[in-house]
């Protein structure tokens, strides 16, 4: 195990351990964080692709600890920039593994590794998302994923997880290039997930679109 200059250790084959410490960590972002409200579909900056994340200071750190206080606060798995209206390339996440493992981090500039024939078994569990409250929607993803970016502190990174994370490192890097779960459906299933979110009511607070 190696330990990068600042942020996680790394296994021996160089992918963040994620594991460790995961209440400690998530409750000190938390609770320097302020809890924002979410954008949901429609909102355009939910609809392109964000910018890269070149800056990584004192404002990111801030919005770091702003998500996961949001993402806390709206009882979410994972959370991109944009869903707090911010067009960055980064999202956070606290989620278990099919296995019940907790796994709490930060990705800048994500991208997705494209897996070789072996590794794309598709399951087409349900999804949801916090930008489209209370629907739900069979959504196939690859029950393995990697994510390269960097750390909120720009050391490079590698992500990898199974079953549940996987599909959130799939859902949240997917945002931040301007796609929503939704993008993914068929027409039908679409117009149903939407007819799902406007029958609701959110459970947390959330931008009105115009």
Do not use: W
């Not at 692709?49 to 200071?57: H, L, N, P």
């Amino acid at each position: 195990m190696a330990q990068q200059t600042t942020g996680l250790p790394v296994d021996d084959e160089g992918y963040v351990i994620d594991t460790a410490d995961t209440e400690e960590r998530e409750s000190a972002y938390r609770e320097r964080g302020e809890a924002l409200p979410i954008t949901v579909v429609g909102n355009p900056v939910l609809h392109k692709e964000c910018a890269d994340v070149t800056e990584f200071g004192p404002e990111l750190a801030k919005l770091v600890d702003d998500m996961f206080a949001s993402q806390r606060a709206a009882e979410g798995v994972g959370l991109a920039a944009n869903q707090v209206g911010v067009g960055l390339k980064v999202f956070v996440y606290d989620c278990q593994d099919d296995q019940g493992v907790r796994h709490v981090g930060v990705v800048c500039n994500p991208k997705l590794r494209d897996l070789p024939a072996e590794l794309r078994t598709l399951d087409d569990s349900n999804e949801g998302c916090l930008s489209v409250p209370g629907a739900y929607a069979a959504t196939p993803r690859t029950e393995y994923a990697e994510v390269t970016g960097q750390d909120e502190h720009g050391n490079a990174i590698k992500v990898r997880g199974t079953g549940y994370f996987a599909r959130c490192l799939q859902h949240e890097t997917d945002h931040l290039y301007g796609y929503l779960y939704l993008d993914r459906l068929s027409k039908r299933d679409r117009k149903d997930a939407l007819k799902q979110m406007a029958e609701g009511t959110p459970r947390y607070a959330t931008v009105p679109n115009d």
